[in-house]
T-cell receptor, first 110, second 112 residues
Framework: RKEVEQDPGPFNVPEGATVAFNCTYS??????FFWYRQDCRKEPKLLMSVYSSGNEDGRFTAQLNRASQYISLLIRDSKLSDSATYLCVVGPYNNNDMRFGAGTRLTVKP | DAGVTQSPTHLIKTRGQQVTLRCSPK?????VSWYQQALGQGPQFIFQYYEEEERQRGNFPDRFSGHQFPNYSSELNVNALLLGDSALYLC???????????FGNGTRLTVT
């Protein structure tokens, strides 16, 4: 089983749609969870942290399910500017480092 | 407040050569991690430096080595370059092992 696994997509959705991404992780001792956004040929940028009780930031909602070892990201009212690759990040592994999923590519179309 | 800075931005090398990439962490961060990102893949962990020591290492050969300086800046060295080393090399800093990573713009290495 991969350490952090994501559906690679691509997800192609119209503007205004709601889209959800899931990510599973293998290390049950993981304590930190994040979603990053990466635009083409750019560096990853933190989108939001994921907290145990779930959290929301505007149109974005993140959830954590420790029992099933997955996290999710929900994007409501998709915008063209949401088109990017979304990376799931989990850690620490081996006590220190963060591990990334391969990313889920989202394209929002007019 | 400067974020993470990396140099150079782009680099072209030939097989067998050696390369050194540089990174300055975000102000206030003392932990530096290096990642390799091949096209279409997620970033793969190379190693992490803290207090000038390699604290953790991913599944990369000894050709990949690094260093951290007293001012927390870091270098990544790759010896005997292979074509497969062509990738985006990302430096990330953080202030502890559980806090979010802040990335530099990356160095795009092409090995021909």
């Amino acid at each position: 089983r991969k350490e952090v696994e994501q559906d690679p997509g691509p997800f192609n959705v119209p503007e205004g749609a709601t889209v959800a991404f899931n990510c599973t992780y293998s290390n049950s001792a993981s304590q930190s969870f994040f979603w990053y956004r990466q635009d083409c040929r750019k560096e990853p940028k933190l989108l939001m942290s994921v907290y145990s009780s779930g959290n929301e930031d505007g149109r974005f909602t993140a959830q954590l399910n420790r029992a099933s070892q997955y996290i999710s990201l929900l994007i409501r009212d998709s915008k063209l500017s949401d088109s990017a690759t979304y990376l799931c990040v989990v850690g620490p592994y081996n006590n220190n480092d963060m591990r990334f999923g391969a990313g889920t590519r989202l394209t929002v179309k007019p | 407040d400067a974020g993470v800075t990396q140099s150079p931005t782009h680099l072209i090398k030939t097989r067998g050569q050696q390369v050194t990439l540089r990174c300055s962490p975000k102000s206030g961060h003392d932990t530096v991690s290096w990642y390799q990102q091949a096209l279409g893949q997620g970033p793969q962990f190379i190693f992490q430096y803290y207090e000038e020591e390699e604290r953790q290492r991913g599944n990369f050969p000894d050709r990949f080595s690094g260093h951290q300086f007293p001012n927390y800046s870091s270098e990544l060295n790759v010896n005997a370059l292979l074509l497969g080393d062509s990738a985006l090399y990302l430096c990330a800093s953080s202030w502890d092992t559980n806090s979010p990573l802040h990335f530099g713009n990356g160095t795009r290495l092409t090995v021909t």
